[in-house]
Nanobody, 125 residues
Framework: QVQLVESGGGLVQAGGSLRLSCAAS????????MGWFRQVPGKEREFVAA????????PYADSVKGRFTISRDNAKNTVYLQMNSLKPEDTAAYYC??????????????????WGQGTQVTVSS
């Protein structure tokens, strides 16, 4: 069992930055791929970024490429999402997710087994 707790969301002006954190419980974090997704009310949850267990593969959604950076610190059981040059359309609830040990950095919801409760990011224009 893996528990995930996101933090770092908030209100920021367009062009600003935020760093989201996702702290994981358990001893298997270092072997799991991790992902970030986001969702706005009335829409499907969408992929943002992912990182494999080694940190060697980091796919991004086209909409955030060049602005967002995913990273992980296995010693702290934490995955991060650094978000720069934020836009109003980045406003959403952001969720982190943990995949199967030694699996790939998937872009689909079905690639992940465990989910956090989410943290709200609001970008004002």
């Amino acid at each position: 069992q893996v528990q995930l707790v996101e933090s770092g969301g908030g209100l920021v002006q367009a062009g600003g930055s935020l760093r989201l954190s996702c702290a994981a419980s358990g001893r298997t974090f270092s072997s799991r791929p991790m992902g970030w997704f986001r969702q706005v009310p009335g829409k499907e949850r969408e992929f943002v970024a992912a990182i494999d267990w080694s940190g060697g593969s980091t796919p991004y959604a086209d909409s955030v490429k060049g602005r967002f950076t995913i990273s992980r610190d296995n010693a702290k059981n934490t995955v991060y999402l650094q978000m720069n040059s934020l836009k109003p359309e980045d406003t959403a609830a952001y969720y982190c997710a943990a995949g199967t040990p030694y699996g790939g950095a998937g872009k689909t919801i079905g690639s992940y087994d465990y989910w956090g409760q989410g943290t709200q990011v609001t970008v004002s224009s």
